[in-house]
T-cell receptor
Framework: KAGVTQTPRYLIKTRGQQVTLSCSPI?????VSWYQQTPGQGLQFLFE???????NKGNFPGRFSGRQFSNSRSEMNVSTLELGDSALYLC??????????????FGEGSRLTVL | AQKVTQAQTEISVVEKEDVTLDCVYE???????LFWYKQPPSGELVFLIR??????QNEISGRYSWNFQKSTSSFNFTITASQVVDSAVYFC???????????????FGSGTQLTVLP
């Protein structure tokens, strides 16, 4: 079965722009989580969506937002990009919330470079 | 607040050697979950194992084994007879449980870069 698909894989933006990243979870998975990975801060949780509702949110500014559609696909948006937003953004899906399986299936990520 | 420490930034071993990756965690909760993930160069994180805080039984899966000790807040990962394909970054992670016992988001350690030389 197809894995978690993230698009685009690579993108370059300039400061002040906004970006939208997309994630298609594994078929049947209703939970989607987003993580930011940087060399300095490591892997940090952004948010989790389950059945179109945001269930958890990490400590990121309001410039970071997300949503989930009825088909469980998710998007995250970063507005007014800053140099520090350069990172690998990882999306993960699970069958239900972490409670029941604990197993997250990750995509290969979207690597964002902000110039 | 929860915290995961992986003190070993990089480890290099020769193929067939055994290697242990250390993980120490901090949490105030009595119910929590511990994980190990592998990140190969392709970038995607691959789930290896999950342990519940109330299950201290060690686990072995092929060449992989995990030693969970609540007394020392450690959840170490050992690869026996390492292979070149084991080269990757390994992350330990912790998730606390909410009031319903459900796991919340993962807090990751900084990762250990394992290089297995032929």
């Amino acid at each position: 079965k197809a894995g978690v698909t993230q698009t685009p894989r690579y993108l370059i933006k300039t400061r002040g722009q906004q970006v939208t990243l997309s994630c298609s979870p594994i078929s049947g998975h209703r939970s989607v989580s987003w993580y930011q990975q940087t060399p300095g801060q490591g892997l940090q949780f952004l948010f989790e969506y389950f059945s179109e509702t945001q269930r958890n949110k990490g400590n990121f500014p309001g410039r970071f937002s997300g949503r989930q559609f009825s088909n469980s696909r998710s998007e995250m948006n970063v507005s007014t990009l800053e140099l520090g937003d350069s990172a690998l953004y990882l999306c993960a899906s699970s069958l239900e919330t972490l409670a029941n399986t604990g197993e997250l299936f990750f995509g290969e990520g979207s690597r964002l470079t902000v110039l | 607040a929860q915290k995961v420490t992986q003190a070993q930034t990089e480890i290099s071993v020769v193929e067939k050697e055994d290697v242990t990756l250390d993980c120490v965690y901090e949490t105030r909760d009595t119910t929590y979950y511990l994980f190990w993930y592998k990140q190969p160069p392709s970038g995607e994180l691959v789930f290896l194992i999950r342990r519940n805080s109330f299950d201290e039984q060690n686990e072995i899966s092929g060449r992989y084994s995990w030693n969970f000790q609540k007394s020392t807040s450690s959840f170490n990962f050992t690869i026996t007879a390492s292979q070149v394909v084991d080269s990757a970054v390994y992350f330990c992670a912790l998730s606390e449980a909410d009031s319903s016992g459900s796991a919340r988001q993962l807090t990751f350690g900084s990762g250990t870069q394992l290089t297995v030389l032929p």
